[in-house]
């Protein structure tokens, strides 16, 4: 089964139906996790393949990991400010069977950190921007937890993922590392994903203040050292 999970919160309830509806229509079930909601917008009632989620808390980016998969289900974890592209899934899945490599993810923003990253801001890393153009496919340190496919066996649970709200990226990279995931950032077109506009995001906010933990959690995994080659 092909699964998408992605959360959403009430400020991009008018901004964020074209890319649920663009990987929708790729997918057997959306989930969908409505945080700070308490009933299913009516925007997003006509997604009839969706499966709402209403967090106890507000869990922001985490809530796309409050969802269960079987072991061999293909996962497709997603934001909900890009318009992924018609041949997303199905180009995803053809790549991961064709890399030869045993258990890896595979994603479109990629990072590599250098070995002596600080957290200083632009520096120490290398950013395969999603929507930019990839001549080749790169092993890196992290993905982009908006642009990831996996296996559902390596989907990391809740229990992980809790308290990484704002660098959930960095927390999946390691889970990643942990578990000797190695990490694809794929081939591309430039502008094969779009990003829709927003007046804030969560990655800007995080970017701009990293904190201590997270980049505690970056010098576990981060450095060309590091990638599984």
Not at 147 to 164: C, E, F, N, Y
Not at 166 to 194: L, Q
Request: some cysteine; hydrophobic content about 40%.
């Amino acid at each position: 089964m092909r699964i998408a999970n992605v959360a959403t919160y009430p400020a991009r309830e008018e901004s964020c139906l074209p890319a649920l509806i663009s990987i929708a229509v790729q997918v057997d079930v959306l989930n969908i996790a409505l945080n700070e909601y308490t009933d299913v917008p009516r925007s997003l009632r006509g997604i009839r393949n969706a499966n709402f989620h209403f967090p106890q808390e507000d869990l922001k980016d985490v809530g796309k990991f409050c969802f269960e998969a079987q072991d061999d289900d293909d996962v497709f974890l997603c934001d909900d400010d890009i318009i992924y592209p018609a041949d997303y899934t199905d180009g995803m899945i053809h790549l991961r069977q064709t890399t030869g490599l045993e258990n890896p993810v595979l994603g479109v923003h990629g990072v590599i950190y250098s070995d002596y990253y600080d957290g200083r801001s632009r520096s120490g890393r290398l950013v395969h921007v999603f929507y930019r153009g990839l001549d080749a496919a790169a092993r890196v340190n992290q993905l982009g937890t908006g642009t990831i496919h996996i296996k559902g066996a390596q989907m990391p649970g809740l229990d992980v993922m809790r308290g990484s709200s704002g660098y959930v990226d960095i927390r999946f990279a390691r889970h990643a590392y942990a578990n000797h995931y190695p990490m694809i950032c794929i081939a591309r077109d430039a502008n094969w994903m779009k990003e829709l506009p927003n007046i804030e995001t969560l990655y800007h906010s995080v970017t701009n203040s990293l904190p201590i933990e997270a980049l505690q959690e970056v010098q576990e995994f981060g450095g060309l050292s590091k990638i599984f080659l």
